[in-house]
T-cell receptor
Framework: DAGVIQSPRHEVTEMGQEVTLRCKPI?????LFWYRQTMMRGLELLIY????????DSGMPEDRFSAKMPNASFSTLKIQPSEPRDSAVYFC????????????FGSGTQLSVL | KNQVEQSPQSLIILEGKNCTLQ??????????LRWYKQDTGRGPVSLTI?????NTKSNGRYTATLDADTKQSSLHITASQLSDSASYIC??????????????FGKGTHLIIQP
């Protein structure tokens, strides 16, 4: 398996623009997570899905953030409009459903909002 | 409040030396504790997962220990190599009967191995 695949790897955009981050989880995994990582706050959970259904989006900072998982092999995280404080690395991760299941991370999207 | 504190924040050691990274947590009820390695520009990669009943777990030159009574864990790296330069993140899972959704992340220890 190729692992969790994220795109793009880097995104530079101007404030106010829409940003869409994409993720393909590992085949067979039924849990998908979106995280944001900054130097100050470390890794923060934004939202997670079980079997394509959003379970907890309490970590989504504002209504400007939205996430979808239309099928088991694809998810998007959208920011509209983007702001400079959204600059961070965004990770997608997937796992099976068991308590001791490993969490597999993608390589992340480095987002810079100017 | 569930928290995971790691120390030191950063560490520099010479190649070939051993080192130990610390993790203290207040997560309760506890399910398991995980150590991840994150190389620069990459996503975290799982090193070990320990449940309540496990005191130690090894993965090559990495050995993690867990004291559930004192809520402390350590990650010991033996005979360090340049490729060990990375951030090491301690993650504690809240017992919720579910999957990897109740995770609390530490901010990591940034380890630099010098030749």
């Amino acid at each position: 398996d190729a692992g969790v695949i994220q795109s793009p790897r880097h995104e530079v955009t101007e404030m106010g623009q829409e940003v869409t981050l994409r993720c393909k989880p590992i085949s067979g995994h039924n849990s998908l997570f979106w995280y944001r990582q900054t130097m100050m706050r470390g890794l923060e959970l934004l939202i997670y899905f079980n079997n394509n259904v959003p379970i907890d989006d309490s970590g989504m900072p504002e209504d400007r953030f939205s996430a979808k998982m239309p099928n088991a092999s694809f998810s998007t995280l959208k920011i509209q409009p983007s702001e400079p404080r959204d600059s961070a690395v965004y990770f997608c991760a997937s796992s099976g459903r068991g308590v001791n299941e490993k969490l597999f991370f993608g390589s992340g999207t480095q987002l810079s909002v100017l | 409040k569930n928290q995971v504190e790691q120390s030191p924040q950063s560490l520099i050691i010479l190649e070939g030396k051993n080192c130990t990274l610390q993790c203290n947590y207040t997560v309760s009820p506890f399910s398991n504790l995980r150590w991840y390695k994150q190389d620069t520009g990459r996503g975290p990669v799982s090193l070990t997962i320990m449940t309540f009943s496990e005191n130690t777990k090894s993965n090559g030159r990495y050995t993690a220990t867990l004291d559930a009574d004192t809520k402390q864990s350590s990650l010991h790296i033996t005979a360090s190599q340049l490729s060990d330069s990375a951030s090491y993140i301690c993650v504690v899972m809240l017992y919720s009967g579910g999957g990897a959704d109740g995770l609390t992340f530490g901010k990591g220890t940034h380890l630099i191995i010098q030749p």
